[in-house]
């Protein structure tokens, strides 16, 4: 077996310290977890990648260089065959040419679309027996962690094809952030219903051209893309029960949650909020760059956002003006037909091996992961074995691996350890980095206030991540209650969404801004509707519902 000397090294010093002080049960390279064992021949794997730099990262490390490469060729005996590497906006269609090309990389991450089109051509290997044996204990229950539907999604005639990389599904609920600072100047309570939020959302646009000198207000902050979740109008529809986006689940088969009747009242809301003051006349021309602008400069009253836009943009407002404060409205406490919308179950990727890949690939792949998770800052791992080559300082990126895992956030166990460390004012038993970063952020914040340093900066973390009526919070309550819209993961984008999603969007989006401002009536809405199903609606729907049957109960 070829290794390099260091590692040579220490496997023999190991061997030795066990020869002389057999009763200290040294641990050889045999006793280690089947997922850090070195294979006896090296197996080498061609592999692409999209990938940016990263400023937290050592200077000039690329994914060529990564420190996690090195480990995998020098503690397991993988090498990594880079076939080309890209940017990561230009990683899809790169992906698209290689595959059109029958020229597949042995192991890569593949989303829905590809996934079930190579399962169903028997392009992916069997992976179950590899994950089995070789998969950590920290991967597996990663995967664990949201449930049976991840590997249900990831598997066919009960057999794993692809380890899916997931998503903490209460990081995708949305809520109504609003400056509060401004709601109290006004002597106004929180609103308990949505024809509260929109005169609150009116009279706030009027109030924040008071409180900044003049400038023109947005009650409602948006940019041109509506029907996006952040910084946009998609979770406003959710307050009526429409649901932009998503599908839902409607007597039995999925919809498209736009087509539902609520979003016509969504919608006569949004022309209320237009008509008087509570959206920007120019609201559907604002690009992200605009929106970050007046954020800053007071000129955005309220806007809709998931757990983390207190940490980006909303700090860069606390930055620029101290006395700035945000709270955040729950989309449940509205009554009527108000129901956030969750992912039932948030698949980013799935890590793969196709079919022509070397011997070993599989259990390569379960190790490679088990490396992405344990190298995650929030990984409790002993890392001794790495020799600081986890480390980011030391030019480790799991994201410049050819495949990896999210680590999902134990959001709950950080709330309670740091808040439990704050009111000690002792952080001794906070494990991870991650924890004690927090910690310094909050107990910082809470502290000093307005005078803290980095204030933007801690406030944000503190708001989203640790506070206990705003950020993710309001997610992981909602996820707790159950009281939420499910947002059916179906699977691959279907023919027919591959060639029509992109014009349904558009004709959605602008019939959005033409009733807003008038340009469409209620008349409007039946022909609407036609006209999305009639240009592929029809078939879209019936190939989604075709696929989440095959996928939730296979034949």
Known sequence: MKKHRWVAVFLACLMVFAMAVPAAGAETAAELPAWQQPFE??????VVIGWDADPSIKEGTTPE????????????????????????????????LQLSSGDMPDILMLDSAYFYEFLDSGYLRDLTDAYDQYASDQLKSTIEYFGEAPVTYSSRDGRLYGVPALLDTSESVAGLYYRSDWLEALD???????????????????YGATANGGLSTAGLGSTSNVLNTNFALAAYFQCYGSYPGKWVMRDGQLVNGFMLDETLDALKGLKYLYDNGGLAPDFATWNSDQFEQRVTNDQVAATFGTYYIAAYPLNLNKDANHEAEWAEIDINSLGGNAKSAMNQVSINHFNVVTKDAPENAEAALMKLLSLSLSANSNS????????????PENGASIFFLPVYMYFPTPWENYRENIWAAYEAQDPSNLKTAVENEWYGYMNNYLTYGNDCENLGTAWGMYKSRLSDDMGIAIGLATKNSGNYEPGYFYGAA????????????????????????GQKTDENWESFKQSWYDLGGTDWTQEVNAQYASIVNPQ
């Open 65 to 96: 260089t990564n420190a996690l490469r090195t480990v995998a060729k020098d503690l397991f005996n993988i090498e990594l065959n880079f076939l080309w590497l890209v940017p990561n906006d230009q990683y899809s269609d790169k992906l698209a």
């Open 188 to 206: 106004m309570e929180v609103p308990t219903d949505m024809d509260g939020v929109n005169d609150m959302l009116i009279a706030l646009a009027e």
């Open 494 to 517: 279907t023919p027919t969404e591959q060639r029509v999603s992109a014009t349904l969007n558009d004709l959605a989006v602008s019939f959005v801004i033409e009733y807003v401002m």
């Open 41 to 46: 021949e090296t197996v080498t794997l061609d």
């Open 380 to 391: 409790t791992d002993d890392k001794t074995i790495y020799n600081g080559l986890d480390l």
